[in-house]
């Protein structure tokens, strides 16, 4: 791998207690990541071995790369392109993941569901909203599955197919920023699926057009995994609308009849996308339609998924919740939906019965 120096970047947080944040050199060789910040230079080198969770996300004009170092999640971001297909290929040489990224929340992004929850991965290092309402954050923290719901044998994993569509577990976003997606970037690709499958313009489209609207806050649960049921990888992305207007505004296109299978197909795409890959004409994907015996509205959908490195037969499925002032989905990958099925019906039961019960405040 050729060497690096790359400039005029800034990162958050800073490596020392009210240590330089900007103007940031990075050095970068085969075995380390080395950091420049402020004037004078305070150096900072780390083994590519000590960095964990790599990705580099590229916006309209802009790029962050953000990486795990002893527990703590940093941001390093440039306000132009520059050196960005050097970057691309360093953190791909490493095991890092390379997403565009569209309008997020301040990581892997649902101006409807899980898009938002797709593209929201680091964004939030940069843009929050304020003051967060404590009472309405708990409350969309305590809707997300734990493994407490989950039988015994089940674990959380830190890598992930899955990690595609769900930012890392626990972070919250409150941001209302929105950024304009590159030409061809896997956020088109997934959009134009959707919405020719569903059969919606783009105008009118609330998952991935310029009718989608963001939550005040939004929260995912960790992946979890298990060998049980044919093979299982499942987490929740729970978000909170400022109104209950907006989330029966979005419910209405999830009541169309094709949604789950365009969403699904969709979300599908982007996954794919991570790979440099492309949905398999093939692959149909179909409407699943969870039982649950509360009130609240779910549509979902199960397509069949074949990623690089895994022989086995797998199906992505998902599944929308909305109810009062909340929109939550369930992402599942499965060895077997048949064997699954009923499972994953429960835990959108689980997941409906905390929405329902959790605080809420007049439209």
């Not at 795990?68 to 132009?80: A, F, K």
């Not at 938002?116 to 309402?133: E, H, K």
């Not at 499965?334 to 809420?360: H, Y």
Request: proline share 5%; glycine share 8%; hydrophobic share 40%.
């Amino acid at each position: 791998m050729t060497n690096l120096r790359s400039e005029d970047w800034s990162v958050k947080p800073s490596f020392v207690p009210n240590g330089p944040t900007s103007p940031v050199a990075l050095l970068i060789d085969e075995s380390t990541l080395t950091q420049l910040a402020g004037i004078p230079p305070v150096a900072w080198q780390t083994p590519w071995s000590e960095l964990t969770n790599i990705e580099l996300v590229r916006f309209s004009s802009q790029m962050a790369l953000f990486a795990t170092v002893g527990d703590v999640r940093y941001c390093w971001r440039h306000r132009e392109l520059t050196d960005y297909e050097s970057m691309r290929t360093v953190v791909l040489d490493h095991g890092g993941v390379v997403t565009h990224r569209k309008r997020r929340l301040g990581i892997f992004v649902v101006v409807g569901a899980v898009v938002l929850a797709s593209f929201a991965g680091g964004i939030a290092a940069w843009f929050t909203r304020g003051n967060p309402n404590a009472t309405e954050l708990a409350d969309v923290k305590s809707v997300n599955l734990t493994l407490n719901d989950l039988p015994s044998g089940w674990y959380t994993s830190s890598t992930s197919i899955l990690s595609y569509l769900v930012p890392p577990g626990g972070q919250v976003y409150t941001s209302t920023t929105t950024t304009a997606p590159p030409k061809n970037s896997s956020f088109d690709k997934a959009a134009a699926i959707f919405q020719s499958c569903i059969g919606i313009s783009n105008a009118k489209d609330r998952v991935y057009g310029a009718a989608g609207q963001v939550p005040d806050y939004q929260v995912s649960s960790s992946i979890f995994n298990s060998n049980s049921l044919g093979g299982i990888e499942l987490a929740s992305t729970a978000q909170y609308y400022h109104t209950t207007t907006m989330v029966r505004r979005d419910t209405v296109e999830m009541k169309m009849t094709k949604f789950g299978s365009c969403f699904v197909a969709s979300s599908a795409a982007i996954i794919l996308s991570g790979y440099g890959l492309t949905n398999p004409a093939a692959n149909v994907a179909s409407n699943w339609r969870p039982v649950t015996f509360l009130k609240g509205w779910s549509s979902g959908g199960v397509v069949a998924l074949s990623v690089p490195g895994v022989t086995k037969n797998l199906q992505l499925v998902m599944a929308v919740v909305t109810n009062g002032h909340y929109e939550v989905t369930l992402n599942a990958l499965v060895g077997s939906f048949t064997k699954a099925q009923s499972f994953l019906s429960n835990l959108v039961s689980t997941l409906l019965s905390r929405m329902t019960s959790s605080t809420s405040k007049a439209a």
